[in-house]
């Protein structure tokens, strides 16, 4: 059986439908995994990699002494399973196969996923023959000339994508961990730092840094309006920027009639059609209609895989002499670009354009593949870009015709330009760029002109802009940043942890410091070069220059470089960072005394409290940091000029909280509601008082808050008291979600706010009114049977168990009886005292005291009182009657008989019901007592 692995599920789908030519295809699944057959063939899809370097055990421990975070960087590496079904499919089939192909993309990474999967395939049959398959474009023409020519793995090129991936993990690993712990974070805060990632980010403070910098300087320009049969003419004074405003005055004020036509000058500029497409120019031009580089990665991929257009991460951007370019036009004839095509291939250029770069890997990113824009979706626009990007560089250059007017006012001399789109050319079929006419009328050399406007503009220079992100992506290209695959993935990383944000990009505050603070103590880390240097090592490996272990070896030496700089700056590292992010926690204004507020953490919790504290208790309550650490956004209230809160969980949007002030207020409006003395006057009076919140009104002494807001003492008192009745409220409604929490588990549409709203529209808001409420009622708000029924059990239980508390049953006590099924107070008082002291295994002189009280409590008479001599005495008196064990002596307390005086006295049938003892049992021991 021949084995044919590729990259992804979805290309191990095409492939299989590609070679099977009119056999069918069967597909099932394996273990969750796609499994396609035909004949003899079978085909599998990894998921990208399906291992992943680990270190080896025992570094799991952030904080551990004997293994620092320098320890990582001789730390032993492994390989484990990310996709442990996938691997134990494929080593299944590879034992019984007699052929394997590697069938994965044709790159570095491509080269070491398929190299794992030769790992993987080797494992488990020593012998079976593996070769591989490489193909830029998953089409017929490709697949097929592909398996028929297939190749040994590519080990040289494995090993270069396998020294990366170490060196990248030892890097991130020990970096990281030491800033973080510099730096005290942890958890969803840690600090990272990367190989790749950090001088990218350095580039961003960077340029942030310089429009910070930028001192912006005032110049000067001059232009004039006028006109010729009835069509305007916008003319600037040749001079440009002036610098002086005395000069640019003077020039001003010197423009005077007559103008004067004094040159007309025409022209000709040829517009290149584009060059090919790599991925960087890709990424560029998808950015232009509107897509991340992360998005324009995303959909080329899936492009790719389905054979629309060819592999997406190349660096070459000539044509190379085996791609078929007419093949591809005439696929494209069957789309709804036919028209283009055919305006192609009659206009066609002699050769195709060409960019700078040639590599042999990969042909420039062009279509392979019909689509129809139905089958497409949202996915069109992309295939459509690089189809018309191909028409494009088989395109005659565009041209204009340019006019340059040369003018004289009295000595000022002004300059006029136009052009006009002659031979439209490759404009034709791709139309992403402007190419707007600005047509001049047809003037002569010594023709005068009036002047019919001037203008006397003051303007500022423009700092540098900050980088959009396909603009980054080029200069990472440039100064030898991560690859092809990796950039669009380090700016995506940059983003996701909260280092860079907007569009066009620039730092947070933790970007920025953790930056600054590396640039400082050992910018090894921060600049290019570095990175550049282990690029250029991994291309030597590729062609066995150099040893894979060679360059991770060289690349640990470095790293233990950097670590010699930074360790003994561990304390300055972590102060400088946590000095500039503080700021991040702090929001703004207290509204009570002016102090700032800050995000405060403490565990699992945090709210917002005043800096001001002890003076000032004024504090806000926030979510447990489960929900996610908060920290400030951009946004600030206009009202109380408060940063807004969101918090931040990782794998989640973050949860905008909006001004904590703004939230707080609206809240306490809810309180307010249910206080019959609460008018919105009163409330306007209380904010005004700075009194946020309902909290703060029960704590009040009554004297002061009636100075304070100047009513009378007698609503003062009420106040107060309403808020204090409001307030335990809340709590006891609290406390009943808490406890309905523990017996009805979260389920998709029933989360417990909104179980708990449920129980409040039925008027169910105490653990008490769960105890009291039917099973049908509970059951309206999505519960099931069980869950309403143990919920009410338990409610009943524990309400019993307060009760019994209030009462002065000791804890002790409680417990047992509860054990022993007397649950609520009138289980208790029920139960005959011999039988619970029994049963519960108290004594009956604490049961007597227990039941004493209950009785009085609940304003019942006082059940009879048996001492413990009396007790002892009864129960000798009846084990000695013949056939009472221990269990009819249960049954006998049960129904209130413990001595022979009580067994004669009772009434058999009723004895006989309370017992459980048949009336003749109960019959035979009273004649048995002798009384
Ligand atoms: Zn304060
Ligand atoms: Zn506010």
């Not at 001003?252 to 036509?261: A, H, Q």
């Not at 960019?355 to 392979?368: A, E, L, R």
């Not at 005659?396 to 006009?420: L, V």
Request: with cysteine.
């Amino acid at each position: 059986m021949h084995l044919i692995i590729a990259e992804k599920n979805i290309a191990a789908n095409r492939i299989a439908h590609i070679m099977s030519g009119k056999e069918k295809v069967s597909a099932k699944k394996e273990g969750g995994v796609n499994v396609y057959s035909f004949g003899d063939r079978t085909s599998i899809g990894l998921r990208g990699h399906v291992v992943e370097v680990d270190f080896v055990e025992g570094y799991t421990n952030w904080r551990s002494q004997e293994r620092p975070p320098r320890s990582l960087i001789d730390a032993g590496t492994v390989k484990r399973p990310t996709e442990p079904a996938i691997v134990k499919l494929i080593q299944k089939i590879a034992k019984k196969a007699n052929r394997v192909t590697i069938a994965t993309d044709y790159d570095t990474e491509g080269e070491l996923i398929g190299k794992e999967a030769y790992e993987l395939v080797r494992a488990v049959n020593s012998k079976v023959p593996v070769d591989r398959a490489r193909f830029s474009a998953i089409t017929a023409e490709e697949i097929t000339r592909a398996f028929s020519e297939t190749t040994e793995i590519d080990f040289d090129l494995a090993a270069a994508g396998e020294a990366r991936q170490v060196v990248d993990l030892i890097w991130g690993a020990s970096l990281t961990r030491f800033i973080s712990l510099a730096a005290k974070r942890g958890g969803v805060n840690i600090l990272s730092v990367g190989r790749v990632q950090s001088p990218t980010l350095a580039m961003i403070v960077d340029r942030e840094r310089e429009i910070d910098s930028f001192i912006p300087e005032p110049y000067w320009e001059i232009s004039l309006t006028t006109e010729k049969d009835g069509q305007q003419i916008v003319a600037r004074h040749a001079e440009g920027r002036f610098t002086e405003k005395k000069a640019a005055e003077a020039a001003y004020k010197g423009t005077k009639e007559p103008l004067v036509i004094t040159e007309v000058k025409e022209g000709k500029r040829a517009d290149r059609a584009p060059t090919p497409f790599d991925t960087t120019q890709f990424i560029v031009a998808a950015a232009r209609i509107g897509y991340s580089a992360a998005n324009a990665m995303r959909v080329a991929e899936e492009l790719y895989m389905n054979g629309f257009i060819s592999y997406p991460r190349t660096d070459n951007t000539i044509y190379p002499p085996s791609l078929n370019l007419e093949s591809i036009l005439k696929t494209l004839e069957k789309t709804k670009f036919a028209p283009d095509v055919e305006w192609v291939r009659k206009n066609k250029r002699a050769k195709p354009t060409e960019g700078k770069k040639s590599s042999t890997d990969h042909p420039p990113i062009h279509p392979t593949g019909v689509a129809t824009e139905a089958e497409l979706g949202e996915n069109w626009k992309l295939y459509e870009l690089v189809v018309r990007r191909f028409l494009a560089t088989l395109s005659p250059d565009a041209e204009w015709a340019t006019m340059r007017i040369a003018m004289d006012a009295t000595g000022q001399n002004y300059i006029a330009t136009g052009s006009r789109l002659t031979t439209p050319g490759w404009r034709t079929v791709y139309p992403y760029s402007d190419a707007k006419d600005s047509i001049l009328p047809v003037v002569k050399k010594g023709e005068k002109l009036k002047i019919l406007d001037l203008n006397l503009e003051e303007k500022q220079t423009q700092p540098p802009p900050r980088y959009s992100q396909s603009k980054l992506i080029q200069v990472m290209e440039e100064l030898g940043l991560g690859t092809k695959s990796t950039r669009h993935e380090v700016i995506q990383k940059l983003i996701s942890r909260k280092y860079i944000e907007g569009n066009p990009l620039r730092p947070t505050l933790v970007g920025k410091a953790v930056t600054e603070s590396l640039e400082a103590h050992a910018s090894t880390i921060t600049r290019p070069d570095m990175t550049q240097k282990l690029e250029q090592a991994m291309e030597a490996i590729k062609i066995r220059d150099k040893s894979r272990d060679g360059v991770i070896d060289d690349s640990r030496k470095m790293l233990h470089q950097v670590f010699d700089e930074l360790e003994p700056n561990e304390a300055v590292i972590g102060q400088e960072i946590m000095d500039q992010t503080d700021e991040e926690l702090t929001l703004g204004p207290c509204p009570v005394c002016g102090n700032d507020l800050r995000i405060r953490r403490k565990g699992g919790s945090q709210f917002i409290g005043c800096n001001g504290y002890p003076d000032c208790t004024f504090n806000i309550s926030l979510p447990g940091t489960m929900w996610g650490s908060a920290v400030r956004t951009k946004n600030v209230c206009e009202i109380h000029k408060l940063f807004h809160v969101s918090l931040i969980a990782k794998g989640s949007r973050p949860w905008e909280m909006g001004c904590p002030l703004c939230q707080l207020i609206e809240q306490q409006k809810e309180h307010y509601a249910k206080m019959p003395s609460m008018t919105e006057q009163m409330q306007q009076t209380l904010l005004d008082c700075k009194i946020f919140s309902l909290y703060e009104v029960s704590r009040m002494e009554p004297e002061v808050f009636a100075k304070k807001t100047g009513i009378n003492k007698k609503l003062a008192d009420k106040l107060i008291q309403e808020a204090n009745e409001v307030l335990n409220f809340i709590r006891k409604r609290s406390e009943c979600k808490k406890f309905m929490k523990q017996y009805v588990p979260p389920k998709r549409g029933r989360s417990h706010t909104k179980v708990m709203n449920g129980f409040s529209d039925s008027g169910i808001n105490f653990i008490e009114d769960v105890a009291l409420a039917s099973v049908d009622t509970l059951k309206k708000t999505g519960l099931s049977d069980e869950e309403a029924e143990t919920l009410k059990t338990e409610a009943i239980a524990l309400v019993a168990k307060n009760q019994l508390k209030d009462i002065g049953v000791s804890t002790v006590s409680l417990k047992r009886y509860q054990e022993s099924g007397f649950l609520t107070p009138e289980d208790i008082l029920l139960a005959h005292p011999a039988y619970l002291s029994l049963k519960a295994g108290i004594s009956i002189d604490t049961v007597t005291k227990h039941v004493s009280l209950i009785a009085e409590a609940l304003g019942r008479p006082e059940p009879e009182k048996i001492s413990k001599k009396a007790l002892e005495a009864g129960k000798n008196e009846l084990t000695g009657l013949h056939g009472v064990g221990d269990t009819t002596l249960e049954n006998l307390y049960k129904a209130g008989i413990y001595d022979k005086k009580t067994l004669a006295a009772a009434d058999a049938a009723k004895a006989a019901m309370l017992s459980g003892l048949s009336k003749d049992h109960v019959k035979k021991l009273q004649a048995a007592s002798g009384i």
